[in-house]
């Protein structure tokens, strides 16, 4: 399939579309509580979108822990996605002359425009057709990704999911939530803690699953079936979910499914604190007692343009970012890996899978000046260790060297060179942040709970890009083959079924892990023992200084 099918099918997988004229029905009701609640018919699925699940976090509330909402007591419309949560803004500084293969992917990764306000606290439930309050199917929650600072439902079609599930005879449910983001949601500070009120994204996350505890009957889905997924920061937030409440998933999920990411090593709240006095000044609170207060007061565009002037994703400092979780002694009580040492983890399956190149799109940008050994040592210590030894950043480099040739984009020999230092950065980015954490994770649980690993190999000629970050999507959200994968590891806590190979669980004496690849033969079985020296490098580096 070529990159332009390919982008065409993500216009059409992603974009949300309302229900198609063909198949039209009467409209579909269920109750919640004494309401009546209208979705929209759209072929074999049913499509309830925009239903709150939290009071609006807009005035008073802004900055505070969600609420929840009182019984549901008058008829609503749930025919059309909520705004997303506020979106910090992004603007890609490409480098020029890159291939036009190149730019058409990069320009999904652009701000969207997608629609947002504060008051965005509503969630999706897609069903089949003829799914009743007696169904009991099985769950699937998605949580999106956008590094905590951008992203919502509407940009991802769910309806494909649960039409893959209705066709491979394993019908399911499928839920999508928004949740605070950026500032709004990953405001981190001592004043923060004080007041009680840190990681709000994570914290509307874990009452969407509260909601889908006590409703998704209504629908025809089964409370006690619900297998939690995200992609990119969505499967931290469900590595997280996992750690949270010494490990104990209160009944809210029975299984968890993780695309490029995991538990990571993040560091205390108090790490956010010079990002916190930034939005304070932007916003003109800091000569109040009550700073929190006033943060609440200001106008929404005030708080909105002081974030958007803290960095991205996409800006120098890259992947460490400005808005995440935090350590914060009550949601995450310590170094989401210490937990996981700990066994503070849900005992429920999981499977848990990256791209090969995860670390190229996110090196592409303000990082290309790095051109010497001697700039990219200064980077990591000045913005990833800076409590590190010279002589530990130097050791680093050399398990990360500057030969090309095993550089990211893996496997491509001396193709994609941007500069003298891109590929060397862009593994090792894809190694601290992706890979390495993931493995951890595996190693760390083998024995204690059923696990499957992936690695996705596909769109590996996309130049400079490689097999990127968030290249899968394409293929669980177009309705290939880690789709069926998906659904039926949602219905039967097992991956495996049909004509698709045959995917073992994966152990520590045997680290086996699928291949998702380009050509005729579209899945293989690997090891998952690729640059284990390095890996383990990494992650005694980020548990000593974590982010």
Same mark, same amino acid.
């Given at each position: 399939m070529t990159y332009t099918n390919l982008l065409l099918l993500l216009a059409a997988s992603l974009a949300g579309a309302s229900a198609s004229p063909l198949g039209e029905r009467s409209s579909p009701t269920?109750?919640?509580?004494?309401?009546?609640?209208?979705?929209?018919?759209?072929?074999?699925?049913?499509?309830?979108?925009? !239903?709150?699940?939290?009071?609006?976090?807009?005035?008073?509330?802004?900055?505070?822990?969600?609420?929840?909402?009182?019984?549901?007591?008058?008829?609503?419309?749930?025919?059309?996605?909520?705004?997303?949560?506020?979106?910090? %803004?992004?603007?890609?500084?490409?480098?020029?002359?890159?291939?036009?293969?190149?730019?058409?992917?990069?320009?999904?990764?652009?701000?969207?425009?997608?629609?947002?306000?504060?008051?965005?606290?509503?969630?999706?439930?897609?069903?089949?057709?003829?799914?009743?309050?007696?169904?009991?199917?099985?769950?699937?929650?998605f949580i999106y990704g956008g590094g905590f600072e951008t992203g919502g439902t509407s940009q991802y079609n769910g309806t494909v999911i649960v039409e893959k599930a209705i066709s491979l005879g394993v019908p399911a449910v499928y839920v999508s939530m928004n949740y605070r983001l950026n500032g709004f949601g990953f405001l981190a500070s001592q004043e923060v803690k004080d007041a009680g009120i840190s990681n709000l994204g994570l914290r509307d996350q874990r009452l969407a699953l509260y909601w889908v505890h006590r409703y998704i009957c209504a629908f025809g889905g089964d409370p006690t079936k619900v297998t939690i997924?995200? #992609?990119? %920061?969505? %499967?931290?937030?469900?590595?997280?979910?996992?750690?949270?409440?010494?490990?104990?998933?209160?009944?809210?999920?029975?299984?968890?499914?993780?695309?490029?990411?995991?538990?990571?090593?993040?560091?205390?709240?108090?790490?956010?604190?010079?990002?916190?006095? %930034? !939005?304070?000044?932007?916003?003109?609170?800091?000569?109040?007692?009550?700073?929190?207060?006033?943060?609440?007061?200001?106008?929404?565009?005030?708080?909105?343009?002081?974030?958007?002037?803290?960095?991205?994703?996409?800006?120098?400092?890259?992947?460490?970012?400005?808005? #995440?979780?935090?350590?914060?002694?009550?949601?995450?009580?310590?170094?989401?890996?210490?937990?996981? #040492?700990?066994?503070?983890?849900?005992?429920?399956?999981?499977?848990?899978?990256?791209?090969?190149?995860?670390?190229?799109?996110?090196?592409?940008?303000?990082?290309?000046?790095?051109?010497?050994?001697?700039?990219?040592?200064?980077?990591?210590?000045?913005?990833?260790?800076?409590?590190?030894?010279?002589?530990?950043?130097q050791e680093l480099m050399q398990y990360y060297p500057?030969? !090309?040739?095993?550089?990211?984009?893996?496997?491509?020999?001396?193709?994609n060179a941007l500069t003298p230092q891109f590929k060397r950065i862009a593994a090792f980015q894809g190694d601290a942040v992706f890979q390495a954490p993931r493995r951890f994770f595996l190693q760390n649980r083998s024995g204690k709970q059923p696990l499957w690993t992936y690695v996705s190999k596909r769109l590996k000629t996309i130049p400079f890009l490689g097999s990127f970050h968030g290249s899968d999507v394409y293929n669980v959200y177009g309705g290939q083959d880690m789709a069926s994968y998906l659904v039926r590891f949602v219905s039967n806590l097992d991956p495996n079924g049909g004509t698709d190979l045959y995917w073992p669980q994966y152990t520590s004496a045997e680290p086996t892990m699928l291949e998702f690849l380009d050509g005729s033969v579209p899945q293989a079985l690997t090891q998952d023992t690729y640059r284990v020296e390095a890996m383990e490098f990494v992650t005694n580096l980020t548990l000593a200084y974590p982010w």
């Open positions: 269920v109750t919640l509580d004494s309401a009546t609640v209208t979705g929209l018919s759209s072929g074999s699925v049913n499509e309830f979108l925009g !239903i709150p699940f939290a009071q609006p976090p807009t005035g008073s509330l802004r900055l505070q822990l969600p609420q929840v909402l009182p019984p549901y007591n008058a008829s609503f419309s749930a025919t059309a996605y909520g705004p997303a949560c506020p979106q910090q %803004a992004t603007e890609l500084s490409v480098p020029s002359g890159l291939p036009a293969e190149t730019l058409d992917y990069l320009s999904v990764f652009n701000d969207s425009g997608t629609p947002s306000a504060e008051d965005c606290l509503t969630l999706n439930v897609i069903a089949p057709a003829d799914a009743t309050p007696d169904s009991q199917l099985p769950v699937v929650v997924w995200g #992609q990119s %920061a969505g %499967a931290m937030s469900v590595g997280l979910q996992m750690v949270t409440n010494g490990g104990n998933p209160d009944g809210l999920f029975r299984a968890a499914f993780m695309e490029s990411g995991s538990p990571l090593p993040l560091g205390d709240i108090s790490l956010g604190q010079k990002y916190y006095d %930034a !939005i304070v000044s932007e916003t003109g609170c800091s000569n109040v007692s009550d700073t929190l207060q006033c943060l609440r007061e200001v106008p929404y565009e005030t708080f909105l343009d002081a974030v958007n002037q803290s960095p991205g994703s996409f800006s120098n400092q890259s992947l460490l970012s400005t808005w #995440q979780p935090f350590v914060d002694g009550v949601f995450l009580t310590d170094n989401p890996q210490k937990l996981v #040492q700990q066994g503070s983890v849900a005992e429920v399956p999981f499977a848990s899978g990256d791209c090969d190149d995860e670390g190229t799109l996110y090196s592409l940008f303000a990082i290309l000046n790095i051109t010497t050994d001697i700039q990219l040592e200064e980077y990591i210590q000045t913005y990833l260790f800076p409590d590190a030894t010279s002589t530990t950043i500057a030969n !090309i040739t095993q550089g990211s984009p893996f496997d491509t020999g001396v193709l």
